[in-house]
């Protein structure tokens, strides 16, 4: 298996066909998978916003108020209307806002993003990057996985991760397959767009040397049932559960 | 960047030498990186074990029937006893046990396998995998990460997660650095290793037809600051502690 970074993307703004920008510079060949930052995705679809934009609710202020009392840094009850605009559910409201977005993804402050945003404040997650991810897919040919990099419990730091993917199953479903001396296997369900996420991460790089789209060849989902849960319900996810009945101590 | 698996590794078993097994197989170059399964360091260290080892406390037996109760599947006590020695400490008890391991990995059932194990009821995970990880790669003179699958929050699916490493660190910083427009990155540490782990079980397959042994070529982790802050710490993990204050709900 291989990734490679595509090159030479210009800065991709507002309305810019994005899947031929890539086309252009890539030689596709059948089995080929593509992987595309979600901040390219939501530049072309113009889903940059200015904090002017959000009028601070009520829940706004509070949230932002609790915030800046707990971080000691202050907060813009704007950006927590936008974070609120862009969340089905608030998981946490301190001391970060821990969020699920209206299509599943579970990441802080909703996946807005506060850099790499040439002309305005913030740049917000695709509406939904399942859709961007087949418009992109029935453009290039390809399979496209739409990737966004986030923080996760247990672990530090950040990995990517597929919020849309489109041309591919999300997991390879291992279940009834067994291990050489003939036992079921305990893994079950393999979310491969995250594992596909991460390594198109390593290659993209960040900000300014970082490329948004990244080529995998060479590897193959291979014969096995797929699935495209990828985001947990809350009745199979105990720490959601357990989220919402936990209030930080301040 | 080439994710290649090892082909050919025979049955890894106690007392083999692993390193020379992998060694003979790839003729490795200067700036790679070796991921190899947790389960065939395991098998090389002797990690194995028969449930008759474990003697089944009062705790170990309460909590079996707890996990009856709630699952309504039967339980042995004595597997409830392994996972207790295994782990620093027990997140959940139902409905399912999420565990802290010893080296600071939280996954589910101290990360005991129950399957893939020849000629034995279990395989635990290394002892000190950073410690294995350090022994394979000076044998081999390349950075080593042992891996392993696991579940998550928020998301379905396993997917292949660093649980030691020695050569490299475990994360990238890119604090301090800017995107194209100047402006500070969001995304501030990478886990690196995590998303090289994930690379690698993209390629090793499960099971059978699985490999365990993974050659990641033309990969840099770059001019960056790095950290081995890989696993977090309670003050550092709201999850941990909401799960701490949690009960399900029987």
Redesign the interface.
């Given at each position: 298996?291989?990734?490679?970074p595509v090159e030479g993307l210009p800065?991709i703004r507002d309305g810019d066909d994005l899947a031929a920008a890539i086309g252009e510079r890539v030689d596709f060949e059948d089995g080929d998978i593509c992987c595309i930052a979600s901040t390219v995705v939501s530049k072309a679809e113009g889903r940059k916003a200015d904090l002017a934009a959000f009028e601070a609710s009520d829940r706004a202020e509070a949230i932002a108020k609790r915030l800046e009392a707990i971080t000691g840094e202050s907060k813009d009850p704007r950006f927590a209307a936008a974070v609120l605009e862009e969340s089905e559910e608030l998981l946490?409201e301190a001391?970060f806002l821990?969020t699920a977005t209206r299509f599943g993804h579970?990441t802080v402050n909703a996946g807005i993003?506060?850099?790499?945003?040439?002309d305005a404040d913030l740049l917000l997650l695709p509406e939904n990057p399942s859709e961007s991810a087949k418009r992109l897919s029935e453009a290039l040919g390809v399979p496209v996985i739409v990737t966004d990099?986030s923080g996760?419990?247990?672990?530090?730091?950040?990995?990517?991760?597929a919020i849309g993917w489109h041309g591919l199953p999300?997991?390879r479903d291992?279940r009834g397959?067994?291990?050489?001396?003939g036992?079921?296997?305990?893994?079950?369900?393999?979310?491969?767009v995250?594992?596909?996420a991460?390594?198109a991460?390593?290659?993209a790089?960040?900000?300014?040397g970082?490329t948004p789209a990244v080529v995998i060849r060479g590897?193959s989902f291979?014969d096995h049932a797929g699935?495209d849960?990828?985001?947990?319900t809350e009745a199979?996810?105990?720490?959601?559960?357990?989220?919402r009945?936990?209030e930080?101590s301040e």
């Open positions: 298996m291989e990734a490679s800065e946490t001391p821990l579970v993003d506060r850099s790499n945003v040439p990099t996760r419990p247990f672990r530090y730091g950040q990995r990517g991760v999300a997991a291992w397959e067994h291990d050489r001396d036992r079921e296997l305990d893994v079950t369900v393999q979310a491969v995250d594992e596909l991460a390594t991460n390593l290659v790089g960040e900000g300014g970082g590897w291979g699935s849960d990828l985001f947990r199979d996810d105990l720490v959601r559960q357990a989220l009945e936990w930080v």
